[in-house]
């Protein structure tokens, strides 16, 4: 499952421990889930208070080398196909839409966002027919909020 953090980026020990504890918050709220291991580049995961934080709650940590993104094939994958869902829905937007300003770059946060949160809901044959979600939660979904979802960039009106 792939996870959207909506906190800017920081380069400071401190941030990135409270975002490391509202990430664990919110797994925990979603699925009862703990956090058992980390495993990062050398970065600012590598600092004092991370690792104390990682040791203190017993979680295990592993580093990455250098440029070694082909340690994590899985996640970069994933970021691959969500990149080119998000850039496909501005592409289409803009091709139909574009007088309405449906192609400004300002709109690519909220695509990259609508593209994640199709890839955690929409079942996947490599997960036996269920999606991230479900497989995350361990609970079985109806897949109505699927039913609900309208293609993005395209014009909607509240009545």
Known sequence: MLVRVQNQVSLRAGETVMGKAAFEDWIWNLAGVLAKQYHSDNGIFASE???RDCIDKQQRQTFSGVGAKHQNSRAERTIQT????ARTMMVHTSLHWASDGADD???WAIAVSHAVWLYNHLPSKHLGWKSPLEVFTKT???HRDLLRTHVWGCPAFVL
Not at 82 to 85: A, D, E, G
């Open 105 to 107: 770059i300002q709109l």
């Open 82 to 85: 969500i990149s080119y869902w």
């Open 140 to 142: 079985k979904s109806d």
């Open 49 to 51: 208070m991370f690792r």
